[in-house]
């Protein structure tokens, strides 16, 4: 801005220097040409008298200086010259002073010499006689004037345009210095020109608007970030380019970036086939779903395209855990094929024996053991769907009517009830140690009970031992085990055997009869009541599994 009002300021300077000296010399030479004519009229009138009083004797000894005079005939012949030869000359009848001076007494005109640059005025008075007086001088024309003064001329222009500059340059200084002094951040508390107050008051106004908006974006932004920061699911914001606008903690950690990671190429952080794959989708403003693995978890990463005017301007990455969605379904699906392939074993076992008997093919001595097995596989049946009945219970998180329940007393009744099946193997259980009780669902404690001590008959050893204890906790808890000697559990098998029809030996499984879900409702069970357990096997040694129930458990 300043070197506009500087530059304005010298050339309106400049511009009107150069007005005043053309004025100024168009006067000077304007006046200077009128005093000249002048001068010369009054020397024509004093040579033409003197000639009518004296004759050709005027001009002896006539020192006319600069001005010439000529004495013209009445013909236009030359009588007499101060400057040349009149017998030389040409006639001069057909000059314009010469013609107009006959005419009227008084002639004048003047003439232009473009090789002298000079001009020539003449002045022409008619004598008594008929004969004409004609004075001339030159001077210069204004062009030759102007050569003439050129240095002077360039001197002063030189001078002036400095102090054009000098004076432009602080005026434009004075000028700006109070709109540079202005502060913008209290525009009303400002001396500026009273011709700035109306921009000075709409700043001011502007300014409270734009404190007032960057105050509403840094609250959506700071509300942006705590919901995103406290989001477990991960989010990432990209541009069109796919570089990285902004990632949540979340994102950070399963991405394994940072912070620094900002401004980066989403690809930098995660190059497999599927996150490249999803992120051509959206930029082709599709959206697209793939899961990945990171870190023995399993993320669904969802990619939805900014779209503006149908263009992608952007895209959002949400990733979502979902590695127990996985899970369940894996185990659903994998129950479901147990439950249908369990409930098959049974049900073509008695619609065997039924068939048979229904055609007649049983002898009358056999029928009884056929009849047998269809109602010892119809009890399987309705044990599993028992089992079953109670497991979808407890994932539903269905309640259960409590009561305060001795623990000890309900291993020795279940004992009493395995009693029969535990002779037939030779195997003796004791039940002992100081007792407990446990505020819980009955049912599910003795489904817990019943459970632990069934496999550690089916899996003991012929003759064995298996021993269950019930005993109080330092933290007031109550303490249920069940020890047997007998096959033990193989280490690979240890963390899973308390997975939904997982069977360590299923043969023998089979044999006994079990439905595979014993050790899932003690499991389940156990954490409906908060208790823990812990599980100590050795193979060909025994297993003892303990169930520890907290102090006054509440579910």
């Not at 200086?65 to 236009?76: K, L, M, Q």
């Not at 004598?127 to 210069?140: E, F, I, S």
């Not at 001078?159 to 700006?176: D, E, K, M, P, Q």
């Not at 559990?489 to 069977?503: D, G, N």
Request: charged fraction near 25%; glycine fraction near 10%; aromatic fraction near 6%.
């Amino acid at each position: 801005m300043t070197k506009k009002i500087f530059r304005a300021i010298f050339m309106v300077a400049f511009l009107v220097l150069l007005a005043c000296l053309a004025l100024i010399t168009g006067v000077l030479y304007d006046n200077f040409t009128r005093q000249q004519s002048d001068q010369l009229s009054a020397q024509a009138e004093l040579a033409a008298q003197g000639v009518e009083d004296e004759g050709l004797a005027y001009f002896d000894g006539l020192d006319s200086g600069d001005t010439r005079i000529t004495w013209i005939a009445a013909d236009g012949s030359v009588l007499y010259d101060t400057d040349a030869d009149s017998g030389a000359m040409e006639n001069h009848s057909t000059r314009e002073e010469f013609i107009e001076a006959v005419e009227t007494g008084r002639g004048e005109s003047s003439r232009y010499s473009s090789t002298l640059s000079t001009e020539t005025i003449y002045r022409a008075v008619l004598l008594d006689d008929g004969t004409v007086l004609r004075t001339a001088a030159d001077h210069d024309t204004v062009l030759a004037l102007l050569l003439g003064m050129f240095f002077p001329l360039l001197a002063i222009v030189a001078a002036a345009v400095a102090l054009a500059a000098w004076l432009a340059s602080r005026l434009a200084r004075r000028i700006v210095g109070p709109l540079n002094a202005i502060d913008l951040d209290s525009p009303l508390e400002n001396e500026a020109y009273d011709e700035l107050s109306p921009l000075l008051t709409r700043v001011e106004s502007q300014k409270e608007q734009i404190k007032s908006q960057l105050e509403e974006l840094s609250r959506r932004r700071e509300e942006f970030s705590a919901v995103t920061d406290n989001m477990s699911e991960g989010l990432i914001l990209l541009d069109r380019e796919g570089m990285i606008l902004s990632i949540n903690p979340s994102a950070a950690r399963i991405f394994g970036a940072g912070s620094a990671s900002i401004g980066r190429d989403i690809l930098t952080l995660d190059r497999s086939p599927e996150l490249r794959s999803l992120m051509e989708s959206a930029s082709a403003g599709r959206h697209g779903e793939v899961v990945i693995e990171r870190g023995g978890a399993e993320y669904q990463l969802s990619a939805s395209p900014v779209l503006t005017d149908g263009v992608s301007r952007g895209t959002v990455l949400l990733a979502f855990d979902v590695t127990e969605k996985l899970k369940a379904e894996r185990i659903r699906r994998e129950f479901t094929a147990n439950v249908s392939h369990e409930l098959k074993t049974p049900l073509h076992s008695i619609m065997g024996a039924a068939e048979l008997l229904q055609d007649g093919l049983v002898k009358s001595e056999d029928q009884q053991r056929f009849l047998g097995r269809i109602r010892s596989e119809a009890e399987r049946l309705v044990a599993l769907v028992d089992d079953v009945i109670d497991l979808s219970r407890m994932d539903e998180g269905d309640n259960f009517p409590r009561e305060e329940t001795d623990l000890l007393q309900l291993a020795r009744d279940v004992a009493g009830d395995l009693g029969p099946a535990a002779e037939k193997r030779g195997i003796a259980i004791s039940v002992g140690g100081s007792g407990g009780s446990v505020f819980g669902v009955r049912r599910l404690l003795w489904e817990i009970v019943w459970n632990l001590c069934d496999n550690a008959v089916k899996y003991g050893r012929d003759g064995g031992h298996v021993s269950v204890a019930v005993e109080g906790t330092a933290s007031g808890g109550v303490s249920l085990s069940v020890a047997d000697d007998g096959i033990g559990i193989p280490a690979e098998h240890r963390a899973r055997v308390f997975e939904r029809f997982y069977r360590v030996d299923k043969s023998h499984s089979r044999a006994t009869g079990g439905t595979g879900l014993g050790l899932s409702i003690v499991k389940h069970a156990a954490q409906y009541h908060g208790a823990q357990i812990e599980l100590e096997s050795e193979e060909g040694r025994g297993t003892r599994i303990a169930v520890l129930f907290p102090p006054r458990s509440t579910g």
